[in-house]
């Protein structure tokens, strides 16, 4: 019996560790780094709180060291994604009667347990699975999953305590049913905090989910799935399926009890997915929700009177953090003449000097890309570059080991140049300057070069020029920085999103993503219904 309103607190932030030299956190982490790189796993499906095994393999390898195999992971196959989808069914009805505080239970246990002794093992294994440095680690697969379980707890509880009035006689209220069927979670590879929020923020609004991560991501997502079986998650709600998209979309997306999806990835794989329901969209009990967050070119524009150190390490950051692989890297950059004279030699000679290696050397910056696709893309792209503009600094790449690509910075004349329009996913900047007295002209081009809306940064001291960047920069980016690299939204902080080609901005870090999981029910409750159907008027 449930006799009680719970009113959570708004949760703080996850407070990021430094991992120092001779802290604790530093000695566990190098500890688990060890433990996890000596041993080779074999990762299995997990459909309705079983462990199924397919033979059909595949492989997680370290990015920096591509030889070197950290587990084999068995690929769902049509009848594995049918089981998955019989057990979230069956678990369905009992999981949304749960009350929400035996719901949000579980999550804010996962995150307890993720914030002490679960730190150093998810963090360990976004660096060798995924190839993030230490810090890139902490503040993906350790403090914003946190975030994420607390602040999606709490979004659920103001969600549910938003109650319409009652006139006099009459007792209404709104009930936030999860929705019919299943809901399908599809996320990206870079990070193990979007591949733990896209299924979860769903089952905390009471849904059932199959669960299919990156097949460069197995690893770490396999460690968030045993880590949501620790807190408590019943068997079924979550089902993990690795497999190949194309074959488990197709089964998915033709299955009637289909209620949604929620993904970040591609573009390409967006519009498919859509095509893909719109033409089953006769054969589902109801319309399904759709929620994704796809690409970026993301920008940066330098104001004549932009803070010149500010810029320079906006760049770098922006650009290069975790080898350019987020969605929100800052890919383009618009820079005054003026700004450019001053920045040139410093940001080159700083781009140079980048250490990069194993993310388990602390003291490197930048690490491998994912995979050999992503490097044989990016590398592409740079030899186009090298072609028809100019490489100031970086250029070079080798996979021989890893797949190591430099940060490179690509200079041309050209605003519609293709690596100032395409999106690369990699560490390749290319910059464009403008004359200081064009700077309104290159806000327009700015907006009107890219498909996509997702992150951008403007840098002014200048008060009017911010203005008039806000103005006309309105809908080219869903996350917009003021004097800041257009990366590292923080939960609650900044609800993540954009629109045009980069998704349906339904911010995940906010409860306007959590509302999308829900199907209101209102009810009205008479307490004195009228006995005489006639009106004063007709007397």
């Not at 399908?184 to 989910?209: D, E, Q």
């Not at 349906?504 to 009205?524: F, P, V």
Request: proline share 5%; aromatic share 12%.
């Amino acid at each position: 019996m449930f006799n009680s309103i719970f009113v959570m607190e708004r949760p703080k932030n996850e407070p990021i560790l430094s991992y120092a030299p001779g802290s604790k956190e530093r000695e566990e982490l190098k500890e688990k780094l060890g433990e996890l790189s000596s041993k080779e796993i074999e990762i299995p499906l997990i459909i309705g709180g079983k462990e199924i095994k397919t033979g059909n393999l595949g492989k997680c390898v370290m990015p920096h060291d591509h030889n070197h195999i950290l587990a084999h992971y068995h690929m769902a196959g049509e009848k594995e994604i049918k089981m998955a989808i019989d057990a979230a069914i069956k678990a369905k009805e009992e999981w949304e009667n749960y009350s929400y505080i035996d719901r949000i239970s579980i999550f804010l246990k996962a995150a307890e347990l993720l914030s002490t002794t679960w730190r150093s093992t998810l963090n360990a294994a976004a660096m060798l699975d995924l190839g993030k440095n230490v810090f890139q680690a902490e503040i993906d697969s350790a403090c914003e999953l946190i975030d994420f379980f607390r602040f999606n707890s709490y979004y659920a509880t103001k969600i549910y305590t938003e109650q319409p009035q009652s006139s006099k006689g009459i007792l209404n209220r709104m009930e936030y049913r999860a929705l019919d069927g299943f809901i399908f979670a599809v996320p990206p590879f870079n990070f193990a905090s979007i591949s733990g929020n896209l299924p979860t923020a769903p089952a905390i609004m009471g849904n059932v989910v199959l669960w299919k991560p990156a097949s460069s991501a197995v690893y770490t997502a396999y460690h968030i799935m045993k880590l949501l079986q620790e807190a408590g998650l019943p068997d079924g709600v979550i089902n993990f399926i690795p497999g190949p998209g194309s074959k488990v979309g197709e089964i998915v997306f033709s299955d009637p009890n289909f209620g949604g999806v929620h993904f970040t990835g591609s573009v390409n794989t967006f519009n498919s997915m859509w095509e893909s329901i719109g033409k089953n969209i006769r054969n589902y009990k109801s319309y399904p929700r759709i929620v994704g967050e796809t690409g970026g070119k993301d920008f940066v524009i330098a104001h004549h009177t932009a803070n010149r150190k500010a810029l320079i390490t906006a760049l770098i950051r922006g650009a290069f953090e975790y080898q350019g692989q987020k969605c929100s890297a800052a890919s383009r950059a618009y820079i005054s003449k003026t700004v450019w004279e001053d920045i040139k030699d410093e940001l080159i000679e700083t781009t140079k000097n980048l250490k990069m290696g194993a993310p388990t050397d602390f003291s490197n910056f930048v690490n491998a890309v994912i995979d050999k696709a992503a490097f044989k893309k990016i590398t592409g792209y740079i030899e186009y570059a090298r072609e028809n503009a100019k490489i100031l600094v970086g250029g070079e790449y080798d996979d021989s080991v890893g797949y190591y690509i430099k940060p490179t910075i690509v200079l041309t004349d050209d605003p519609h140049f293709k690596t100032m329009e395409e999106e690369i996913f990699g560490p390749v900047l290319t910059l464009y300057i403008y004359d200081d007295d064009k700077y309104e002209e290159v806000l327009k081009l700015c907006d009107q070069t890219s498909p996509y809306g997702l992150t951008g940064s403007i840098f002014a001291q200048d008060r009017e020029a911010i203005r008039k960047a806000e103005k006309i920069l309105v809908h080219a980016a869903g996350n917009f920085y003021i004097n800041d690299k257009p990366t590292g939204a923080v939960v609650d902080q900044q609800p993540f999103g954009g629109s045009r080609g980069s998704g349906t901005n339904d911010k995940a870090g906010s409860y306007l993503n959590l509302l999308r999981w829900t199907s209101a029910r209102s009810i009205k409750e008479n307490f004195n219904p009228p006995e005489d159907y006639t009106y004063p008027f007709m007397k």
